[in-house]
């Protein structure tokens, strides 16, 4: 491993545990890092030379995001928002299961910075997979966009689990001629502030 890499993996802790020792116990601020997994539905609109197809299924969502609060309750961050649905069922041509990564900047924002009610929001890169069903698999780059609102409970002075409603959307070109998905989920998140 070179030194300088081994060096930054063996002060980032200490870093980390400087930042936390200014933050203030059980309120939103400073360093924000955030997990978060559940499930919802994916539906999408795929159109294609072999014609249009709307699909529907179940799909696993999860978060991992990383941010600063710049002001009080206000977190300014880049996370990525990907979404998995292994076995959707389609109208028409069977492109089989969808898998989106939509990475991107988000604002995160806490109505009081002791409480835990929040609402989210990020404009995103996003790139997707088709992988096959009745034809070959594709990958296609697009856009998309996510929001959400939760709220957070502290279990310690810096960490706090709660529970997300989101919706990611994203278009992606080059898949066929291009593929719509919404996709509405339930989180579970873990986050530490």
């Given at each position: 491993m070179p030194p300088r890499l081994l060096a930054l993996l063996l002060t980032l802790p200490l870093g980390l545990a400087t930042v936390a020792a200014h933050a203030a116990p059980r309120t939103h601020d400073e360093l924000y890092l955030r997990a978060?997994?559940?499930?919802?539905?994916?539906?999408?609109a795929l159109a294609s030379p072999g014609g249009?197809?709307?699909s529907r299924g179940a799909n696993v969502a999860t978060e991992l995001a990383v941010g600063w609060t710049f002001r009080p309750g206000l977190v300014l961050g880049v996370g990525t928002f990907p979404m998995v649905a292994p076995g959707p069922s389609y109208s028409?041509?069977?492109?089989?299961?969808q898998h989106t990564s939509a990475t991107g900047p988000f604002v995160d924002y806490y109505f009081d910075p002791r409480g835990g009610l929040h609402a989210?929001?990020?404009l995103l890169f996003a790139a997707g997979y088709l992988d096959g069903g009745e034809r070959e698999g594709v990958v296609g780059l697009g856009y998309g966009a996510m929001v959400g609102v939760g709220y957070d409970?502290?279990?310690?002075d810096q960490w706090s689990v709660g529970g997300l409603a989101r919706v990611t959307a994203s278009?992606?070109?080059?898949?066929?001629?291009?593929?719509?998905?919404?996709?509405?989920?339930?989180?579970?998140?873990?986050?530490?502030?």
């Open positions: 978060g997994l559940g499930g919802g539905v994916a539906l999408g249009d197809s709307d028409a041509v069977d492109a089989g299961g989210q929001g990020g409970a502290f279990v310690t278009r992606l070109e080059g898949v066929d001629d291009h593929l719509s998905l919404a996709s509405p989920s339930l989180l579970v998140t873990v986050t530490y502030h």
